[in-house]
């Protein structure tokens, strides 16, 4: 079985700092994109930033120049730096991974338990 555990979320004042952190775990050949998505409530689950095994880096536009996704693939883990933080990012924060779980062949779709990011004065 594969396991992603989130940490880092909380509460947070307009203009501060967080960061969260995601390990993946259990039966784990190999990964390809991990990454960062958010539920608002009442709203839909939307991408916030992802990494591919190479580095390659995807950001939503309302997080561009305010967060920064990395990646230790040593340690299965995906952080997300979030910078500058507004009243709209309130959210939860959702760790996604594509992998491959016993081998090339197909890979699958995992998600963290999700974190609760809260960002008021």
């Known amino acids: 079985q594969v396991q992603l555990v989130e940490s880092g979320g909380g509460l947070a004042q307009p203009g501060g700092s967080l960061t969260l952190s995601c390990i993946a775990s259990?039966?784990?050949?190999?990964?390809?994109?991990m990454g960062w998505y958010r539920q608002a409530p009442r709203g839909e689950r939307e991408l916030v930033a992802t990494?591919?095994?190479?580095?390659?880096?995807d950001y939503a536009d309302s997080v561009k120049g305010r967060f920064t996704v990395s990646r230790d693939n040593a340690k299965k883990m995906v952080s997300l730096q979030m910078n500058s933080l507004k009243p709209e990012d309130t959210a939860n924060y959702y760790c996604?991974?594509?992998?491959?779980?016993?081998?090339?062949?197909?890979?699958?779709?995992?998600w963290g338990q999700g974190t609760q990011v809260t960002v008021s004065s």
């Open positions: 996604h991974a594509d992998l491959y779980p016993h081998g090339w062949g197909r890979s699958y779709e995992y």
């Open positions: 990494i591919t095994a190479a580095g390659i880096t």
């Open positions: 259990g039966s784990i050949f190999s990964i390809n994109t």
